[in-house]
């Protein structure tokens, strides 16, 4: 549906999220025009306006340290992954022996903090 304007809808250059080639070659461009001293005065700059009220800012500094947040459809999506997961271990620790079970339970274990460690380190700092 077109309302008149050029490029209205669909598929456009420059469109969506930059390449991660681009960001970093954008944060090797604001590095190399930046010392410590400018990007410590930047990150004082933006935490004073988020404690000022600027939820802009706020949101820029929480999305820094934390990540962005879930969306509803990833929480049921991983929801409905952990429920056919539970059948599938309850079957599971039937036919296993209970030290089986527990070398499984350890693995996954170490398996989902390295996620979560993972997702904190890449969600960077401010």
């Given at each position: 549906m077109s309302d008149g304007r050029k490029a209205n809808g669909g598929r456009r250059a420059g469109?969506?999220?930059?390449?991660?080639?681009?960001?970093?070659a954008i944060s090797a461009l604001f590095d190399a025009a930046c010392d410590e001293a400018a990007r410590e005065t930047i990150i004082r700059a933006v935490a004073a306006r988020a404690q000022?009220?600027?939820?802009?800012?706020?949101?820029?500094?929480?999305n820094r340290?934390?990540?962005t947040p879930v969306s509803g459809?990833?929480?049921?999506l991983r929801e409905a992954i952990e429920a056919e997961l539970g059948d599938f271990f309850k079957a599971m620790e039937k036919s296993l022996t209970p030290q089986?079970?527990?070398e499984v339970q350890t693995v996954f274990q170490m398996e989902s903090e390295g996620a979560a460690s993972t997702r904190t380190s890449q969600s960077g700092a401010v």
């Open positions: 469109a969506g999220r930059k390449t991660k080639r681009d960001e970093e000022a009220g600027d939820v802009q800012a706020a949101t820029f500094i929480f340290l934390y990540g459809g990833e929480i049921r089986s079970w527990r």
